[in-house]
């Protein structure tokens, strides 16, 4: 069984569009699982199928653990299960999802997959995540620019966008870090597991289509809040702490630099810092 879990924030029309992009037939069995973020969006009920079912999280979760109450639910029910999380600004090109029981058929010691993920113009947007922990860069490259002929590379980390997540490789639920509200908790995600012994690959043999940050830039300043947030975190677990404090100088000068020419994005990252520190205030008291 593959299940499909998607996190909708008043999103119910793109993912009607991603449900569109589903096989219709009966010859791949699958489930799509909607945690809902945004108790308020009634227009989600329109969406009601067999082959579909709605988690209510009652409040904004954020995206990790809005996965997990998805991924609790589904691992309880199905521990040997396949799960696609996946963006709902996103959908599939036809007969993808026809191709991922044989895919894992034949790499069964998978426990995370990305995907390619190209954008509507079709352009490739992710093709596999590198991690340099001694200059503490993350970034996305195409790793099959000079291996195009091999269906299936390991890999830092994959995108949260299109993430497979093989059931049968973990002894319990796997879980994203409730540290994370939005962003990098996909990279989180993959370097725990990875430590665990997990292997994360991305393979050509499966894509979808994103339109990116269609739904999170709809307020720049409270995506900037977050992702700048989540990056300090993330940058303290898993760098050192010279890289850690000159790349937080470099995010705090350029933030207070572009304040005048850019005051929503400079404030959204400046509230990120700002939240980030008082971590350390919580702390000691």
Known sequence: MIYLLTVNYYSTSLIARLIQSLPSQQKIIYQIVIVNNSPA?????????????IIE????????????LGLTQIYKQDPQGIVWIINPDTYLPSNILEKVPAFFASHQEISLLGTL???????LWFAGGRFIPQLGAIFSVDLFSSQPETDCLA?????????????????SCPQFDPAYFLYYEDFDFCRRYAKQGHQIAVTNRLAIIHQPSSIANRNIAIKLQHSTYSYLLTLERYTNPLIFSL???????????????????????????????????????
Do not use: H, M
């Not at 969006?41 to 079912?53: A, G, I, P």
């Not at 993920?117 to 352009?123: A, G, H, L, V």
């Open 41 to 53: 969006d009634q227009n989600l009920k329109q969406l009601e199928s067999d082959r579909l079912e």
């Open 57 to 68: 999280a009652k409040t904004n979760l954020g995206f990790g653990q809005a996965c997990n």
């Open 247 to 285: 790349r937080f100088l470099r995010l705090l000068l350029y933030s207070l630099i572009v304040l005048a020419v850019k005051p929503q994005a400079a404030f959204g990252k400046l509230v990120g810092i700002s939240n980030y520190l008082s971590r350390f205030i919580r702390v000691e008291r």
């Open 117 to 123: 993920i190209y954008t509507p113009d079709n352009r």
């Open 155 to 171: 890999c830092d980390w994959v995108s949260g966008c299109s993430l497979l997540i093989n059931l049968s490789r973990f002894q």
